[in-house]
C-alpha cells in the first residue's frame, strides 16, 4: 500500500482534502508510464477508465470510445425492454472485429435500403450475399459502400448491383480461420486493394469475412480493449434481481457481451445469487458486485462470494448526481472509502486472490468544459483502486447519450445529467437499483444536473490519460503499481 499520513488514518476525507507528495527525481519521459490495470480478474485495460452504467452516461457509442482508448464502458439498464439493451451491446461488439464471425448477409432479392438500413444500424455498408440470405448459405455475392454510396433507388433488387460470385475475390476457411491465421487474410485483403474479404468453407457457404475498415481501426487504436477476435470488450449492467437478470444475461452473453455488473447502490445479498447463475452458466463472463464502502462490506462479501466475483465498485453517494447522503444520511467520504476497502481486500489477497477496486464516483465535475482535472483520478489509483468509474465528467461528451442545449443563465452549452435514483429515472426501471421498485412512496437518492458540454470524447480522453501520465511521471512512478506501493498521501 502506499503511505498514508498518520493523522488520516480514521479520518473520513475526500479527494479533495489530500495531495500526493513527489518525493523522486523522475528521470523518464511522460509517455513512457504505462497505465495498464485489471478491470476484473480476467480483463486488463490500457487506461483505468470506466463509464458508468447510467442512461445519461453509457450506451453504445460511449462504450466503443472507452473501449478504443483502453478502458471499457458498462450499458445501462434503463431501457423499456432487454432487446433495447442487448442491440447496444451488439453494436459495440460489431464495431470492428479481427475475423467477422457473425456478419450480417443478405439474400439476392433484397433491395438496396436494406444496405441502408444495416448501415444506420451498425455504421457499416459491406454485405455477403447469400443464397439463402444467411450465414452458412453460399456465397452469391457481395454489396461493398462502392457499389451503393451514389444510388437513389433504394427499391432496386442487390442481384442487379453486386459483384457476383465468380468476380469476388475470397478466402479459404480451412487456410484462415481454421488455423486461426488473419495475418493471411490481411495479406490477401492487401495485395488485392478490398474493402471486404468473405472466408467460404469447403461447400462455398460464408462463415466469416474480414474488412479492411477493421484492419485500419486496429491500427488507429493501439490502446483498444479488445477480446481474442479483436473486438471491443463491453460490459452490461444488471439489476439486482435474480428473475430479472436471469434473462437479461442469457441475450447479453448471445451477442458476446465480456462481463455483468450487478447494479445495485448498496450491494445486497441477492446479488451473490445472480453471480452464482452467472458463474454456474456462463463461465466465460466475468462479474462485478457492488456498491461497497468499508473494509467491514468488502471482508463479508468475500466471504460469501469471492469465488463468483471478479471485480468490486467502490462509493456509496459521492456521485455528482447522487443525494444519498444528505437524503439518509448515509455513504461515505470517497476517498476514504476507497483507501478503506483498498486495505482490506490487500489483507485478503493470501486468502481469497487478487480481486481488483473500481471507485465509482466522486471524480470532480471541472467549471469549464477546456479543465479537466485528472487528479482525481491519480489519488483514486494511488489510494489502492485498479480503475475508476466516471458518470458527470463524461456525461458532456458528444458520445454520452443525449443533445446538447444552450444554458442561458450560465450562458453555456450543456448536458442533462441524472443520478439513476433521481425520479426522473426511476419512472423507467432503475427504482431496482434502490430496492424500491415494488414500494409506492419512492425516495429519490439523485437528482438532475446539467454537466458542461466537453464536445468529442476523442479529443477529450487522451488529453485525460495524458493528465494522468504526467502526475504519475511528476511523483516519479512508472505505473499504477509503483504508485500504489510507494506513493506518499498527505492532508491539504
Ligand atoms: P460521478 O461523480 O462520476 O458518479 O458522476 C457516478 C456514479 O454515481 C452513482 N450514481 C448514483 N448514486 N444516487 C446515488 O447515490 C443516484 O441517483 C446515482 N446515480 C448514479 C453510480 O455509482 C455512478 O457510477
Known amino acids: 500500500m502506499a ?56 450506451e453504445s457509442k460511449m462504450a466503443i470510445l472507452m473501449a478504443l482508448q483502453g478502458g471499457i464502458g458498462v450499458i445501462h439498464y434503463n431501457f423499456l425492454t432487454i432487446d433495447e439493451q442487448i442491440r447496444e451491446v451488439e453494436k459495440v461488439k460489431r464495431f470492428m472485429a ?94 488485392n486493394n478490398l474493402d471486404t ?70 450491494v445486497f445479498k441477492e446479488q451473490i445469487e445472480i453471480a452464482k447463475f452467472v458463474k454456474k452458466n456462463f463461465p466465460e463472463l466475468e462479474v462485478v458486485l457492488g456498491n461497497v464502502d468499508s473494509g ?13 466475483c471478479d471485480g468490486l465498485r467502490v462509493g456509496i453517494g459521492p456521485g455528482a448526481a447522487c443525494i444519498t447522503q444528505q437524503e439518509l444520511g448515509t455513504g461515505r467520504a470517497q476517498a476514504s472509502a476507497v483507501w478503506d476497502c483498498a486495505e482490506a481486500i490487500k489483507k485478503l489477497e493470501p486468502k ?22 485528472p487528479g482525481d483520478i491519480s489519488k483514486a489509483l494511488a489510494l489502492g483502486d485498479q480503475t475508476v468509474m466516471m458518470g458527470s465528467l463524461l456525461a458532456g461528451l458528444d458520445e454520452a447519450p443525449g443533445e446538447k442545449e444552450f444554458d442561458y443563465e450560465e450562458n453555456k452549452m450543456v448536458k442533462k445529467y441524472r443520478g439513476m435514483g433521481s425520479i426522473e429515472a426511476m419512472e423507467k426501471r432503475a427504482a431496482v437499483r434502490y430496492g424500491i421498485e415494488k414500494v409506492k412512496i419512492k425516495i429519490p437518492e439523485g437528482k438532475v444536473i446539467k454537466v458542461p458540454y466537453r464536445g468529442s470524447g476523442y479529443d477529450f480522453i487522451p488529453k485525460l490519460i495524458a493528465g494522468v501520465k504526467q502526475s504519475l511521471q511528476k511523483q516519479g512512478f512508472r505505473n499504477i503499481k509503483e504508485l500504489q506501493e510507494e506513493a506518499d498521501i498527505r492532508p491539504i
Do not use: C
Not at 128 to 146: C, F, W
Not at 235 to 259: H, Q, T
Open 352 to 373: 481469497y486472490g487478487f480481486i481488483p477496486l473500481i471507485a465509482d464516483g466522486g471524480i470532480k465535475v471541472p467549471d469549464l468544459a477546456e479543465i479537466q482535472k
Open 98 to 191: 479481427g475475423f467477422v464471425f457473425n456478419p450480417i448477409t443478405l439474400s439476392p432479392k433484397n433491395k438496396i435500403k436494406d444496405v441502408f438500413n444495416i448501415n444506420e444500424e451498425f455504421g457499416f455498408f459491406s454485405v455477403p450475399i447469400t443464397e439463402k440470405g444467411t450465414l452458412n448459405s453460399k456465397l452469391v455475392g457481395i454489396v461493398t459502400h462502392r457499389d451503393i454510396r451514389y444510388r437513389q433507388d433504394m427499391e432496386t433488387k442487390l442481384e442487379k448491383l453486386m459483384t457476383p460470385r465468380k468476380k469476388i475475390i475470397w478466402a479459404k476457411k480451412a487456410e484462415t480461420v481454421s488455423q486461426n491465421n488473419l495475418d493471411l487474410a490481411i495479406e490477401i485483403l492487401r495485395k
Open 3 to 58: 503511505n498514508l499520513h498518520p493523522s488520516l488514518k480514521n479520518k473520513e476525507f475526500w479527494y479533495k482534502d489530500i495531495t500526493l507528495i513527489p518525493n523522486r527525481l523522475p528521470d523518464f519521459e511522460r509517455d513512457e508510464v504505462d497505465l495498464t490495470t485489471n478491470f476484473t480478474k480476467r480483463i486488463v485495460l490500457k487506461t483505468p477508465f470506466v463509464s458508468s452504467p447510467m442512461d445519461t452516461v453509457t
Open 296 to 308: 467491514e462490506m468488502v471482508e463479508k462479501i468475500l466471504k460469501e462470494a469471492h469465488q463468483y
Open 197 to 266: 474479404l468473405p472466408i467460404v468453407d469447403e461447400k462455398n457457404r460464408v462463415v466469416a469475412l474480414v474488412t479492411d475498415s477493421d484492419i485500419r481501426k486496429q491500427s488507429q487504436f493501439p490502446l483498444a480493449t479488445v477480446d481474442e477476435n479483436k473486438r471491443l470488450r463491453v460490459f452490461i449492467a444488471v439489476e439486482s434481481r435474480l428473475k430479472l437478470a436471469k434473462e437479461r444475461i442469457k441475450k447479453a452473453f448471445g451477442v458476446g457481451v465480456d462481463g455483468i455488473l450487478i447494479d445495485a447502490s448498496v
